[in-house]
């Protein structure tokens, strides 16, 4: 029971610092054992995609605004394609976020593979595979906080500094904020001017928390869906191994319980063989059940999955190449090397993160699905039973499947959409 404790334990730890970074910014309404919602807590998530909104309908306005100025307009088309993508991310999460809850606690409570069955190189598997969603979330965030630092700092430093015409005039120099928009007052006078940058601050702080919030969410998930394909072929491979193991301690435990009488006078050597050898194909054929099993769970988590999240990366994915064609133009004609220069840079390494993220853990999990039909080829199927070799190739086939992450049911997620993806760019340029 102890062991069982541990284990439940491990799983308690999974997708823990992407669900408190959802909880940041309203999009974790699941408190406590008894995962209750909290009406306050709903109130605040609207308030925060309002947030969202409202900025996405300054920037917009924006653009109506400075048309014809084409680096304006690439400056702050590349955010609001961000924004706007953050918005519609966030509103199909609340949409689904009674599918999405149920997945991240099913994963928890070891419902896709109970963790008291696990061996010990399972178990480490496991462990490596949150470790890796938890460098990959952290890596993110750090890249967005950069960002973020360099968003506001050269708001901050472009009100400090005063531009060469300001210096040589009486007038005073226009007060910039971190993000261009259009607001219903005159942001020059300093008390609107506050209101409008403490706005900004705000949006500053949720959308981008949003953004690498869902991203990292999903992408965690992914990767716990690999560990998952991992732990199984493991066990399809070690099957034998486990049942062995079984049948002998099942039978020092029968040897324990009888009476030296009993073992003088016990049938011989090959009636023992035979019915240890009947023993052993009956927990193997109980091991490929489980194993079955937990290859249903895994498919049918990776298809809900898929279902769950394809639009927001429909969004994304246009999302980030819109921005990363605006991105590039605004660094070759952008004349400050300053923190103007740094913040479009990790811009542009963040649009190209996102990207990779999705791109590479969905061919991680294609080929995860795709490779369980080698691992059951490497099981002992040739040592079993006909009933054994018949679910095999039943695994075998369904296996054979094809499966892909996709963005809105219209591209793949693999690193060969990133590589034609990055072509396009290279070619632009």
């Known amino acids: 029971m102890a062991e069982k404790s541990g284990k439940d334990d491990l799983l308690k730890d999974f997708l823990r610092v992407n669900t408190k970074t959802l909880k940041m910014v309203g999009l974790w309404n699941s408190f406590g ?23 996405v309908v300054t920037q917009v306005a924006d653009l109506f605004y400075i048309w014809g100025d ?7 088309a590349s955010t609001l394609l961000t924004y706007g993508a953050a918005l519609i991310k966030q509103l199909c999460y609340l949409a689904n976020s009674n599918q999405i809850y149920r997945m991240v ?37 750090s890249l ?3 960002c973020l630092f360099c968003f506001a700092m050269t708001a901050i430093v472009s009100n400090s500094i005063p531009t060469q015409a300001g210096t040589n005039s009486t007038e005073p120099t226009p007060r910039k904020l971190p993000y261009r928009a259009v607001f219903p007052f005159d942001i020059e006078q300093v008390g609107y001017y506050a209101i409008a940058f403490g706005f900004q601050m705000l949006v500053i702080l949720f959308g981008p928390t949003v953004n690498i919030g869902l991203d990292t969410m999903f992408v965690g998930l992914v990767i716990h869906a690999c560990g998952q394909f991992k732990i199984l072929k493991n066990a399809l ?49 109980i091991g490929l059940h ?7 769970e895994i498919l049918t988590f990776i298809t809900e999955l ?12 246009l999302s980030s190449s819109g921005t990363l064609c605006l991105i590039i133009f605004q660094i070759t004609v952008m004349d400050d090397w300053g923190f103007g220069m740094a913040t479009f840079v990790q811009f542009l390494a963040i649009s190209i ?30 040592e079993a039973s006909e009933a054994f070799k018949r679910s095999i190739r039943i695994m075998v086939v369904r296996s054979m499947k094809p499966f892909g992450l996709t963005g809105g049911k219209l591209y793949v997620m693999s690193l060969d959409t990133f590589v034609v993806v990055r072509c396009l760019l290279v070619f632009r340029r």
């Not at 084409?70 to 702050?76: D, I, K, M, R």
């Not at 898929?306 to 994915?317: C, I, S």
């Not at 993160?353 to 002992?380: I, K």
């Open 237 to 285: 491979r070690n099957i034998k191994q486990r049942a062995t193991s079984i049948v002998d301690n099942e039978r020092i435990k029968e040897e324990d319980s009888s009476d030296e009488t009993d073992r003088n006078t016990s049938h011989n050597n090959q009636e023992q063989h035979d019915r240890f050898l009947e023993n052993l194909q009956q927990q193997m054929s």
């Open 33 to 55: 054992l008894e995962r209750k919602r909290r009406p306050a807590y709903t109130i605040y998530s609207w308030f925060v995609a309002a947030v969202i909104f409202i900025h």
């Open 144 to 146: 967005g906080i950069g």
């Open 105 to 141: 606690h099913r994963l928890r409570d070891g419902k896709l593979s109970p963790p008291f069955k696990w061996s010990e190189e399972q178990k480490n598997i496991a462990r490596s595979y949150d470790r890796h969603a938890r460098i990959m979330s952290w890596s993110y965030y």
């Open 70 to 76: 084409l680096g304006g307009f690439s400056a702050t």
């Open 353 to 382: 993160m996102q990207l990779l993220l999705f791109c590479w853990y969905g061919n991680e999990l294609t080929y995860q699905c795709e490779s369980m039909v080698r691992a059951a080829y490497e099981s002992p199927w040739y």
């Open 290 to 296: 489980d194993c079955l099993q937990h290859h249903q």
């Open 306 to 317: 898929e279902d769950v999240f394809n639009p927001m990366m429909l969004a994304q994915f």
